[in-house]
């Protein structure tokens, strides 16, 4: 077991850009999960998926934001138009959830972005 | 809205002393509770994890937690800190849920741990 795996783990931007990050998530989770995290700051849920369906969105989902996990497998999270204000962490977590509904999230190593 | 509440921002401790890390949260109803910890441009990883059962739970890297359900904490400890544990802990809470359902989490603002050698 590999573990989640995030790819880049930093990117540069200058702003008005669009950026794609993606989240391969532990063989066989079912569900992944997104989550923002600014500096000094804990980590803030974006948006989750159940297999391929996106069953939950933050509002600090903007229309700007979009999540894709096509085969329920690895996911996308794009960021048209990036403003400094998305300059974050973005962490992606995958678990696998039983039959009582509790799910231990793993998390990968993260994305950094900076938008200049 | 469910919130977590880490109130020491920064703690210094030395090297084989004792360590515990606060944590308290506002919830209507009892939360599943974690503690994860995060070292430097890392990711999370998971210490230990409360769903129900023995209110004291064992985690890894000799880490304890205790659920107060009276006091809505979940406080982290460990009895001989090791300088390898300098990091920042974030304490974390889920909607328990009888239904199927996303499990979210809600984290702390975390506490930046600094270990004297």
């Known amino acids: 077991d590999t573990g989640v795996s995030q790819d880049p783990r930093h990117k540069i931007t200058k702003r008005g850009q669009n950026v794609t990050f993606r989240c391969d998530p532990i063989?066989?989770?079912?569900?992944l999960y997104w989550y923002r995290q600014t500096l000094g700051q804990g980590p803030e849920f974006l948006t989750y998926f159940q297999n391929e369906a996106q069953l939950e969105k933050s509002r600090l989902l903007s229309d700007r934001f979009s999540a894709e996990r096509p085969k329920g497998s690895f996911s996308t999270l794009e960021i048209q138009r990036t403003e400094q204000g998305d300059s974050a962490m973005y962490l992606c977590?995958?678990?696998?959830?039983?039959?009582?509904?509790?799910?231990?999230?793993?998390f990968g190593p993260g994305t950094r972005l900076t938008v200049l | 809205a469910q919130s977590v509440t880490q109130p020491d921002i920064h703690i210094t401790v030395s090297e084989g002393a004792s360590l515990e890390l606060r944590c308290n949260y506002s919830y209507g109803a009892t939360p599943y509770l974690f503690w994860y910890v995060q070292s430097p441009g890392q990711g999370l990883q998971l210490l230990l994890k409360?769903?129900?059962?023995?209110?004291l739970v064992q985690g890894i890297k000799g880490f304890e937690a205790e659920f107060k359900r009276s006091q809505s904490s979940f406080n982290l400890r460990k009895p001989s800190v090791h300088w390898s544990d300098a990091a920042e802990y974030f304490c974390?809470?889920?909607?328990?849920?009888?239904?199927?359902?996303?499990?979210?989490?809600?984290f702390g603002t975390g506490t930046q741990l600094k270990v004297e050698l």
């Open positions: 977590a995958s678990s696998l959830v039983d039959s009582i509904y509790t799910d231990t999230q793993y």
């Open positions: 063989s066989e989770h079912n569900r």
């Open positions: 409360y769903f129900s059962g023995d209110t």
């Open positions: 974390a809470v889920a909607k328990r849920r009888l239904t199927g359902g996303g499990n979210k989490l809600t």
